[in-house]
């Protein structure tokens, strides 16, 4: 079993910047953010594997860069340009290599106002 703590959301104005982190319990392959706004289901924001091989949302690429620390069992999301459609509460998610089960934070929002 992994654990996810989430760290660093908070309120900013549109063209702002933020950084999220998430720190692990353990090792795990796959780390990743998820955003979910009201309503709306929650959707993969960008993900960072152990080899480091990086995937990204279409409407975030060029504005948000994910990393992680291995030593520290930490990924980041550095959120910079943020608009108000970048709001949401932003879920860490762990994968192992099997994909077969998700492991997920407690969320952190994130607001944007314009």
């Known amino acids: 079993q992994v654990q996810l703590v989430e760290s660093g959301g908070g309120l900013v104005q549109a063209g702002g910047s933020l950084r999220l982190s998430c720190a692990a319990s353990?090792?795990?392959?796959?780390l990743g953010w998820y955003r979910q706004a009201p309503g709306k289901q929650r959707t993969l924001v960008a993900a960072?594997?152990?080899?480091?091989?990086?995937n990204y949302a279409e409407s975030v690429k060029g504005r948000f860069t994910i990393s992680r620390d291995k030593a520290k069992n930490t990924v980041y999301l550095q959120m910079n340009s943020l608009k108000p459609e970048d709001t949401g509460v932003y879920y860490c998610?762990?994968?192992?290599?099997?994909?077969?089960?998700?492991?997920w934070g407690q969320g952190t929002q994130v607001t944007v106002s314009s």
């Open positions: 353990g090792s795990i392959f796959s």
């Open positions: 998610n762990g994968r192992p290599a099997s994909g077969l089960f998700d492991y």
């Open positions: 960072i594997t152990w080899g480091y091989s990086t």
